[in-house]
């Protein structure tokens, strides 16, 4: 089975500070993602990656950075933690594109992390 | 650009009622279609997936979804819900390259007694 791991389930942070949310999966997926969710607005891509050391911007990706040093992990930070950051982080990885499948298209979810910006 | 449409946030149904949340969808190419669920305080969970082929598609827990490309649709059903269904349903359309995804808004579900 796939298993993509988050670093915290809660995390309680006040403004200005530096986070690091941390994600790892064990299946050498080349994609990895971080989405937030808040209620009525569904997920939505901050940053994604596709390789290490690559990344692209997602939908909503200001006040956020990503780093990729190793295929396995997939690092979201915020520079300067903001009340408005307080969500639901979600990572999740998928096999990468070229494969000749377009079913390996799915993406898999860690369990996510609650984070309060106090 | 690929999108999904989630009609309301909540849908309420009696244990054993036919449950039916719906998905449509705008693409300019041929979509591949997911849905997602997301137990409380978990993450998503891939219940089923439409890429090529059959139309209509089971997944896991009973459930199942048919694709219809004239009414740009991809509703989720499940005969008969039972109270561990009760969930947040996410639908999503695989947008360009390297599988990214745009997910709907979701649809909370609730089963009553």
């Known amino acids: 089975d796939v298993k993509v791991t988050q670093s915290s389930r809660y995390l309680v942070k006040r403004t200005g500070e530096k986070v690091f949310l941390e994600c790892v999966q064990d299946m050498d997926h080349e994609n990895m993602f971080w989405y937030r969710q808040d209620p009525g607005l569904g997920l939505r891509l901050i940053y994604f990656?596709?390789?290490?050391?690559?990344?692209e911007k997602g939908d909503i990706p200001e006040g956020y950075s990503v780093s990729r040093e190793k295929k396995e992990r997939f690092s979201l930070i915020l520079e300067s933690a903001s009340t408005n950051q307080t969500s639901m982080y979600l990572c999740?990885?998928?096999f990468g594109v070229g494969t000749g499948d377009r079913g390996r298209d799915t993406q898999y979810f860690g369990p996510g992390t609650r984070l309060t910006v106090l | 650009a690929q999108s999904v449409t989630q009609l309301g946030s909540h849908v309420s149904v009696s244990e054993g009622a036919l449950v039916l949340l719906r998905c449509n969808y705008s693409?300019?190419?041929?979509?591949?279609l997911f849905w997602y669920v997301q137990y409380p305080n978990q993450g998503l969970q891939l219940l089923l997936k439409y890429t090529t082929g059959a139309t209509l598609v089971k997944g896991i827990n009973g459930f199942e979804a048919e694709f219809k490309k004239s009414e740009t649709s991809f509703h989720l059903t499940k005969p008969s819900a039972h109270m561990s269904d009760a969930a947040e349903y996410f639908c999503?359309?695989?947008?360009?390259?390297?599988?990214?995804?745009?997910f709907g808004k979701g649809i909370t579900l609730s089963v009553r007694p």
């Open positions: 693409s300019s190419v041929p979509p591949y």
């Open positions: 999503a359309v695989v947008t360009g390259a390297n599988s990214k995804l745009t």
């Open positions: 990656s596709y390789d290490v050391k690559m990344k």
């Open positions: 999740a990885s998928s």
